[in-house]
């Protein structure tokens, strides 16, 4: 094979190793183009990162590379060279050559992504006996070694193997055996790490950067995550809505004078090792306006500096529960969903709750909010047992506790109108008189910061963080006290959930709420809670204050999800090729 | 930024007026790309659904859909007005035998074995065929839905009775039971109506408790279970209208089987002996297929168009009310 | 897990499941045969032409027909127990031997079609599936839904006309050529020919379902992720459609397939009767003519059974297909 790395002055230089390069590609579906006039370039041995919020375009663009674009979409111009072969002119049969065996991808969801009913080593076994000359035992060998390579413990038993039972992460090193078995050129990741848990997200990136070197190819990256691309790409292009904004050398991500967009989105990640909290200052918020002759302004509204005092911790707790079990019964076995869980929450106080999945968190919040039964425990909420209410007790008692929940496009009844969303609860709980109805929506959608005329709008006419701001203004209006918040900005992009959480910091000193915030996010837990709960396996393994529990962590778990945020992507940790050309010049 | 640059851009909302912002409040939102999906998944990203017009110009955009609701028009007007149009009773002899079509201008599709008018027969024999059609149609619905809903909403064992009661009935033959039905019961419009309904609201319940399953997973019952909605109202105002879609389609394809079965138990003789029917028309002309097969081509050929027409609705609901196939088409 | 481990799980899990269904279906029928007007003593005085009071209640007496509800029921359970499913007066011998006799004419008629609508539903429904929403795609789905649309007894009769009447090349009516001595090859030809008419009008609905459902399965599948991976392998579109989507959409496809068993018995009743077909579905129809309910409940509660028998099957055939059925 090649030499490993090649040196910085090859890697400048445009004509020997250039690997790709894209020229004007435009992309139209009907009358829309989503991605337009876009080009870059990417060298052998370099990583170069797409980066973009959904709608961006860099998914489609990806696919354009391999001509796998659904039926009804056209590119009307634009050219993709590779190593001097111009890929849109080739016929369909010699594009099935390129791919897997010039141009390999991986896709963004594990689970879906495998052939379910073939055994793994078969379908790695699939693309060598397409691409190269091999017998069935050549090739399952191979298929071993690739497994191999890829870090899967046991290989030769594994090989066999059918992908429902392999983990997650597991079946993602499985697509990139596949992806890498023909030794390709280039190597297309389409949001690999999006669905997995973080422990598991900078395995994975290692594995693709060491592949990289190892095999010499170019990797394409193309991912929303601003921490992942600082560390682990060479080169950024920044996309949105279709239009490529920026293209810039990693190292230059963080400085001053960059587009606007892209410092917006930078200042808006929140990132671990920057010890921001919401006590100090707001987040950056990313603002684009549309002009009518259809370009864009772009701005940042800058973090405003906060000093909001710690909550006021009264003698009786807000909530307080204790030894709480949940278990779910299935045929064979019972699955302790949560496990003797205790915790309390002082009037004031947001209560971060973090957990990969499995964790139990989730159970725990809709455990709390009486919507799933708990075997066992109290739950004491305003100092009354609320644990075995019936449902016609429990009413009045829901006034008090709501909940946000995470999917945007799943949380909003699609055949009812955001009135009729908003008011169903305050009929439901007695306000009869219409005009005092109209008079609460209003207030709430100013809470909001949303428009009241849009009240009349159905669910589908809203974007994501719409949506979810309408899913805060039903958990508000019946003035709630506590409100719990299940990952409601992990389904929305860098640049809404600052937004969305600035929103929620001001509601609460606002209306004086309280919150319990559930997330698998640490940097996000880490800037809105004042205490912070780590849960593993159904089970509370630390517990601390915002502070002490970053810095100190007291067990190895929580290190370890602090280490892997860091490792994925979270630490502004210079990335190694970056620093070289710094030094030298 | 200041707030003309909202109408400026925001076609959307052109001609609104944005409400007067309160002194204590904060500046208005800048509301920008309101069409535009942010979410992060794919998964979330889902197709969005439409408010009712849409559906409706979908589906009357798509010319089969369009011929089959035509067609089906004029069967019901023809039905409602048989007895206007053929006062005489369409079993009363009326001619000379055997007439072939087209040979008599006042008998335009012939006559039968009995100088019985074939048109009149295919005119009044609609009438029975929509009555079963629609009203067993209804009575299963009505019966399917009660217990899909039941079982899907409430689970438990509830769900498990009621399933085993709808698998019992959907293992016996649907034709031989509903043979066995009419035999028992003595033939009649009734009888053959009940026992079409019998036969197919195990279907409309498996469908049923499927959608509830679904939809009371999702995150929106949830939410009206967390402020405090009780069961009805959120059957009724959450769940029940989210399950519509496929239900209205197979409506439509039961109508269509229903005409089906109708038709077939009239052939066997087994249809409403009062009553003239396509079936019946058919089976009376059996014997004669080998001079007189006009007689089993017309009424057949009437069965198959409505029935034709039923499905090409049915499809056309289908495309409309699950955008996902339809985008196959485009 | 070897594939037979799991397939052995499925079929213990079947079989326990189905033991209430059976039972109910049994209780079922029972009713229905009280429900039934007359009853075995009526229709033995129908055919020996007249009987006095005494005689029936003799009979009555004799056939245990006066009994309590339960007992009945117990009895006919009883009977159930050793095979028995009655006895006919009309035909003078027992239902089952009754229905032993018509059943492999049934069984022959079904296979055939069934094998006919599968091979050739599968066959247009993957056709149409590649070719989604373009023309052949189309003009077959207006073919599918026009088989869709036409009653059984019809094609049947239609088909009479063209192949028997007009053209003569096929036969109108029975099961073999009467009379003849046909041994070997040219006797299997000769019952062919007299199976290939019934055989397609039992089909010809059943073919338009099987491929609307093989066409939706299809593209349902063709959506999914893994197909867009077969893809950027480099694999070809009939690589893809064979191997990835075929093989996936086999699964749903089955678990549909599986619920149409009963249908087509329920068409194997009018089409038997069009054809003078010998089998099960005749033998209703006689059953119901003459108003004989103990064989027509006879034969509900035998293909009651053999729907069953196939669905057990369709659950083997889907264990084997989906290595994700059966664990644990």
Redo the contacts between chains.
Sequence with gaps: MNAITPTLAQSRDTGTSRLLEVQDLTIRFGSADPVKRLSFHIDRGETLAVVGESGSGKSLSALALMRLLPRNARIPNGRITFEGTDLLGLSERDMRRVRGRDIAMIFQEPMTSLNPVTTIGNQIVEVLRLHEKLSRKQARARAIELLDLVKIPDPSKRVDDFPHQLSGGQRQRVMIAMAVACKPKLLIADEPTTALDATIQAQILELLDELRTKLSMGLLLITHDLGLVSRWSDRVVVMYHGDKLEELDTGELFEPGRHPYTSGLTQASIRLDEEVHYTARSLAEVKVVRNPDGTNIYDVKQPVARILAPPVSETEPLLAVRDLSVVYETRNRANKALDNVSLTLAKGETLGIVGESGSGKSTLSKAIMRLVKAQQGSIVFQGRDITALSPGQLQPVRRDLQMIFQDPFGSLNPRKSIRDILEAPLIVHGIRDADERRRRVNETFDHVRLPSFVADRYPHEFSGGQRQRIGIARALILRPSLVICDEPVSALDVSIQAQILNLLVELKSTLGLSYLFISHDLAVVQYISDRVIVMKDARIVEESDHKTIWRSPKTDYTRALIAAANDKGGARVAHPRAELERVTG | MSTTEIGAHDTAFAGAVPAPSKPETPAKPEWHNLRAPDARTTLTAAVAVPAGRRELRVFLRNPNALFGLVFLGIMVVLAVIAPLVFPADPLGMVTKPFLWPGQDAAYPLGSDSMGRDVLAGIVHGSRISLFVGLAATLLGLSAGVLVGATAGYFGGWVDDVLMRVVEIFQTLPNFVLLVVLVAILQPSAITVTVAIAIVSWPMVARLTRAEFRAIREKDYVMAARSLGFGDARIIFKEVLPNALPPLIVTSSVMVASAILMESALSFMGLGDPNVVSWGSMIGNGRELIRTAWYLTLLPGLAIVFTVLALNLIGDGLNDALNPRFSEERA | MSALLRIARTLRRTLLHAI??VL??II?NFF?LQ???GDAADVMAGEAGSATEETMAALRARFGLDNPLLVQLFDYLNNLAHFSLGFSPRYGMPVMDLIGQRLPGTLTLMAMALAIAILIGLALGSIMSFF??RLPDRLLS?LA??F???????TG??L??LFS?TLGWLPSGGAGTIGSSLTGWAAIVDKARYMVLPATSLALFYVAIYARLTR?AM?EVR????V?????????PVSVTL??IL??AL?PITTMAG?HI??M???A??VE??YSWPGLGRL??EA??G?D?TV??G??LL??LL??FA?AIVDLLQTW????IG??
């Design positions: 209430p269904t109910g279906i079922i229905l429900l039934a007007p989604a929403g207006i839904l026009l869709y649309s036409v009653p059984g007894f019809w009769l239609m009479i006309v009447v939706a593209l959506s999914q992720d893994f867009r991976t077969a893809y950027a392998k480099g694999l070809s191997r990835h093989r996936n699964i619920m009963g249908g018995l329920g068409g009743v009018v009767t069009v209703a129809f119901v003519m108003r309910y027509l409940l034969i509900l293909s009651s729907v069953i669905n297909l989906d290595p994700r664990e644990h």
